[in-house]
Every structure is written in structure tokens, then in C-alpha cells.
């Protein structure tokens, strides 16, 4: 599975971003997805996963209520909503793939990983 994220760039706080993260290779399914970010110099960390049937979510503490996990099986796509953007969730936003049938939390569970978006929010 090859992944590609894209649909970052630069907000102002308080505004709002969509990020894709389009599939291809293998089948897109049974894969759950997620995305993470890592701002500099920290830790990649979970923001978002979701089932393959999308019947699941999960999400950070921090980003829970401004950020939406979605996925478009039929496309082959996983979308990430962000809204209420502050500038603490600048960071490269990363989408990853597992062979897995629940919303993944570990990062390390994943199997295939995209390039990563850059998402910059201004004060």
C-alpha cells in the first residue's frame, strides 16, 4: 500500500484545513487508518483512527471535537477535518495504514506510512 497525504499549508488560528490521504497498491481494505503528527523537535503522536467500515473512531484528547476522521472506501481516500485550528497543531501530519479491523492507537501497529503534510497555524 502507497500512501499519499496532502491538503496542508498555512492557516490563521481559528481557521480550517482538510487533509487527504489517497491509497493504492494493495486493496484498501481490511486497512484501518489513522494520522499523526509531529511537530519539531517532538514525538510523532496519534491524532485519529478509524475502521475500515468507518463504524469507529478514535481520537486525541486534543483534538477531539475540532477534528474529524472520515474515509471514502470507494476512493480509496482517508480525510482529516480540521477545524478550530490552534497554533499548537502545527506539525507534519502523517497517514498510516494497518491490517486491522478496530481503530489502531499505537503507532507502531501500523504497516505503511505516507510522506507527511506539513500544517502550519499562525496566531
Known amino acids: 500500500v502507497q500512501l499519499q497525504a496532502y491538503g496542508g499549508g498555512l492557516v490563521q488560528a481559528g481557521g480550517s484545513l482538510r487533509l487527504s490521504c489517497a491509497a493504492s497498491g494493495r486493496t484498501f481494505s481490511p486497512y484501518a487508518m489513522g494520522w499523526f503528527r509531529q511537530a519539531p523537535g517532538k514525538e510523532r503522536v496519534f491524532v485519529a483512527a478509524?475502521?475500515?467500515?468507518?463504524?469507529?473512531?478514535l481520537y486525541a484528547d486534543s483534538v477531539k471535537g475540532r477534528f474529524t476522521i472520515s474515509r471514502d472506501n470507494a476512493k480509496n481516500t482517508v480525510f482529516l477535518q480540521m477545524t478550530s485550528l490552534k497554533p499548537e497543531d502545527t506539525a507534519v501530519y502523517y497517514c498510516?495504514?494497518?491490517?486491522?479491523?478496530?481503530?489502531?492507537?499505537?503507532?507502531?501497529?501500523?504497516?505503511?506510512w505516507g510522506q507527511g503534510t506539513q500544517v502550519t497555524v499562525s496566531s
Open positions: 498510516a495504514a494497518v491490517r486491522a479491523l478496530v481503530a489502531v492507537y499505537y503507532s507502531g501497529s501500523y504497516d505503511y
Open positions: 478509524i475502521t475500515w467500515s468507518a463504524g469507529s473512531t
